[in-house]
DNA sequence: TTTTAATCAGATAATTTTATCTGATTATGA
DNA sequence: TCATAATCAGATAAAATTATCTGATTAAAA
């Protein structure tokens, strides 16, 4: 077993992804989140839920309910969505499992590793969900 | 949660690159593993036994019994031990979660996170655990 | 006001991963 | 041969993740 971002961390970037290539202040239900991304919709719901507390989107309840981008998609980063759900952990810890990794007591791999996670954080922190609209609309009529 | 590899990989690699930095031949009881690098030691016999299916590790059975490293440890890379425990497939799958995600029908970091995903796995492939022996050592020391 | 469809929050269930236990088998040394 | 300490394989248990269920609350429209 691995993996990279959580099932949850996932469907929360896809779902986020599909909020902001709406049109602005555009409402969508859980369940068309559901459907069009194929996936659970019970579970995305409470993940939305999650990110709703994190500023991230907004909700609103009743009769024609649903969620919605909270910020421009220019000032959200997927980073921003990793954080929320997954927290940044993976950023700081040891691709050994070694504990108390640092440049003080580094493992075997601690620079060459240590490099390419930085990357990754570089990448995801670069990439804002306005540049991400057609690819993503691309992809999701694909599904 | 987030994780790169599972602990049963993690694992996997303290314990094979502990075995590697011993001398040729040596052979080392799952106790003594599980002691110098304070992991449980059930869990790391029974990986242990996983690996030596796959030919990167040897075991004795019997009162001087353990595990020895099979092969010289400049012919065994890191990735050998991943694949072994946990397969490829994070170096094939897409970050977003989304399925059958390919250059036809890319999601919308396909390009960029791929190329991470390769810099990952080259990275893993050329660190042949040789290289590793005095670092792995020095580690070690301070758990 | 009522109906309806949505979010909401907590509980429950299912599945997977991590870890430990148990008894059998093995090989060394006395 | 026996005692001992090890691997071995399967079972069991605990913990974590994924997913679904349930009933309460909310708000729009009739």
């Known amino acids: ?14 779902a986020v992804l599909y909020l902001a290539a709406q049109d602005k202040g555009t409402v969508v239900s859980s369940e068309e989140i559901s459907r069009v991304l194929k996936i659970p919709k019970e579970f995305i719901s409470k993940i939305l839920q999650s990110l709703r507390d994190s500023g991230i989107i ?3 309840k009743g009769k ?4 919605g981008i909270a910020k421009d998609p220019s000032e959200i980063k997927l980073i921003d ?4 759900i997954d927290g940044l952990e993976m950023f700081n810890s040891c691709v050994l499992g070694f504990p108390e ?5 580094p493992c075997p791999v601690h ?3 240590g ?13 804002t969900l306005d540049k991400l609209k057609e690819k993503t609309l691309n992809k999701i009529r694909t599904l």
């Open 58 to 60: 907004f909700s609103t």
């Open 64 to 67: 024609s309910g649903g969620f």
């Open 115 to 127: 490099a390419l996670r930085t990357q990754a954080y570089e990448m995801l922190s670069v990439e």
């Open 81 to 84: 969505i990793v954080e929320a």
């Open 101 to 105: 990794c640092s440049p003080e007591t």
């Open 1 to 14: 077993m691995t993996v990279i971002f959580s099932k949850k961390c996932e469907y929360g970037m896809q």
């Open 111 to 113: 620079d060459s590793w």
